[in-house]
């Protein structure tokens, strides 16, 4: 059995760079509206300062788990254990290297639905 005071608890993430996405991946995570809302509260955060369960999202622990890996297989999102918790950044920079205005689209406030 892994050391759980070691931070061995479970296995750490696997990260995608966001130059190996296709833009048909990339977009594809960004139509649900949950990892929209994750990438937008991430954008408004700093760096390793939000722990997955800090987010406040209508979907339970496992469905949480899966829209992270999805926005982690899509280079959009880093994370990494800091003891008993696990930590997000938003990899802005290197996205937007990647697929320029993307996020900034995204993250532009919505216009007020009409009346």
Known sequence: MRDQAAGGHRAAPVHTHP???SVLTALSALADPVRIQLVRELAGS????RSCGSFD???????????FTVLRGAGLVE????GPRRVNRLRREE???RF???LDLLLRPEPPAPR
């Open 46 to 49: 700093g760096d390793w300062t």
């Open 100 to 102: 320029p205005g993307l």
């Open 19 to 21: 130059d190996d996405v």
């Open 79 to 82: 994370q990494r254990d800091q």
């Open 95 to 97: 996205f937007d290297a």
């Open 57 to 67: 999202v209508p979907v339970g622990k496992a469905a949480l788990s899966h829209h």
